[in-house]
């Protein structure tokens, strides 16, 4: 996740770069273990996110957000469409709980799993309810706040509901 300078709530210098947060309390993550979201090369100066493979976007971790439960309609499951949702944007586990918590506060949408690392979201839906134009649009609503930014783009479609999307609704990281 990108925080652009003029969105961030806090800065912080390390090792000659300014990093922008979304929180003050993101801030106190990153500069408690600023090793945990920028490469330290060999010499122990800081690397860049693209010198390290699989962790493009990943800024910080310690925003909260609680994620939001529905109940289980397993008949309604066993049926669901799931659409298969690329998703840019997200670069920790509190960016998937709001990507997650867009998505089932959709009217149709039975189960959620956000592979975090793969940049995925797996969608059971009921299409007479919700389309995928809608799922995409509520990725990029869950960053509505000004300093997040998410898009979704549809890559894949699985089997049913109950063979993909776990009962138990719970973000992947």
């Known amino acids: 996740m990108t925080i652009a300078e003029n ?103 039975l189960g959620v799993q956000i592979r975090l690392h793969e940049g995925l979201a797996e969608v059971a839906f009921d299409p007479s309810q919700v389309g995928i134009e809608r799922l995409e649009r509520a990725v990029a609503l869950a960053g509505n706040d000004g300093r997040h930014e998410y898009r979704a783009t549809l890559v894949g479609r699985a089997g049913t509901g109950a063979q993909s999307v776990p009962a138990t609704h719970r973000t992947v990281s």
Not at 25 to 37: D, L, S, V
Not at 83 to 101: D, F, K, Y
């Open 7 to 109: 969105q961030a709530a806090a800065t912080f210098e390390f090792q000659g770069r300014i990093y922008h947060f979304c929180s003050e309390r993101c801030r106190r993550h990153f500069e408690a273990h600023p090793g945990w979201y920028v490469p330290v090369r060999d010499d122990g100066s800081a690397g860049t996110l693209e010198e390290e493979p699989g962790v493009e976007g990943r800024t910080h971790g310690d925003c909260h957000v609680d994620p939001i439960e529905k109940e289980v309609d397993l008949a309604a499951l066993q049926e669901a469409a799931v659409a298969i949702l690329r998703v840019s944007g997200m670069g920790c586990p509190t960016c998937a709980t709001r990507v997650r918590n867009g998505l089932f506060a959709q009217s149709g949408v």
